[in-house]
C-alpha cells in the first residue's frame, strides 16, 4: 500500500462539516495552541480501518505524513507508528522510539500526544533510563512537556509513580491549562490504584499547584473531601 494511496483515501473519507467541528474543538485559530492545523474531519471508526490496512508503511513515508500541516496525516502516522511499535521485535522497536523523539515537534496537538506517548515512549522506557522524559519535561515546548507526563502513563498501569511524582513536581507551575489538566489526570490515575500516595503528594503541594490541575486530581474523590481541598482545608 502506497503513501499516495493513504492520503486518497483519508482526503475521500473527509467530512467538511465534521471537520470544521474539530477545528474550532482542537483551538485551530489565530493565537491558538493548535494556530493553522488543519483537519479533514475522518470518523476515528474509518481511520482505524485506514491504519490496519496501511500498518506496513514504511519510516519514511510515516515522516512525510508526520511533516504535514494536515493534522488527519499525522494522526494517521502515529496510529500506525503505535501499532508498528506492539508488534515490533527489539532492534526495531529502539528505532521506532528514536524516530518518535526526533519528531516531538511534530507531535503538536493534544490528541496526537495522548493517542501515542505512553504506547511508545512510555513502554520503551518502563525498564530503562528516563533522562529523556526530564529534558522533555524540562522544555519550553508545550507538547514536549504534555509527551513527558503522558508518557508516564504506562508506569502508572504497572504501579510505579515514581517519575510521575517527579515530573509532576517539574511541571506544577506551568502556565497553560493543557500542562495542568494532564499532570491532574495522571494524578488522578494514581490515585485509582493507590490513593494513600496521591494524598501524600497532593497534601504536600495542593496549595501552590494551578485550579485546574487540582480539580482534575481530586474529580472522584468524595464530595466532602473534594470540597475540603478547594478550599485548603486539608
Known sequence: MSLNRLKKELRSL???????????????????YGE????LGVSSPKQKELVKKFKELSLEDLQI??????????????????????????????????FYLKNTKQINNWDLVDCSAHKILGIHLFDK???????LAKSKNLWDKRIAII???????QNEFKDTL??????????HDLIHKAVGWMLREIGKRDLKTEEKFLKKYYKEMPRTMLRYAIEKF???????????LI
Request: no cysteine.
Open 129 to 135: 533510563d528516563k533522562k529523556s522524559l526530564y529534558k
Open 151 to 157: 508518557s508516564t502513563f504506562h508506569f502508572i498501569r
Open 65 to 98: 505524513l508526520l511533516n504535514d500541516k494536515i493534522h488527519t496525516f499525522r494522526s494517521t502516522a502515529l496510529e500506525i507508528l503505535v501499532l508498528q511499535y506492539k508488534k515490533a521485535d527489539g532492534k526495531t522497536k529502539k528505532q521506532i522510539y528514536k
Open 14 to 32: 473527509g467530512d467538511k462539516e465534521r471537520a470544521k467541528i474539530l477545528q474550532k474543538f482542537f483551538k485551530t485559530g489565530k493565537g491558538e
Open 36 to 39: 493553522g492545523d488543519i483537519f
Open 166 to 175: 517527579e515530573i509532576s513536581k517539574i511541571l506544577l507551575k506551568d502556565s
Open 222 to 232: 468524595e464530595e466532602t473531601k473534594r470540597q475540603k481541598y478547594l478550599k485548603g
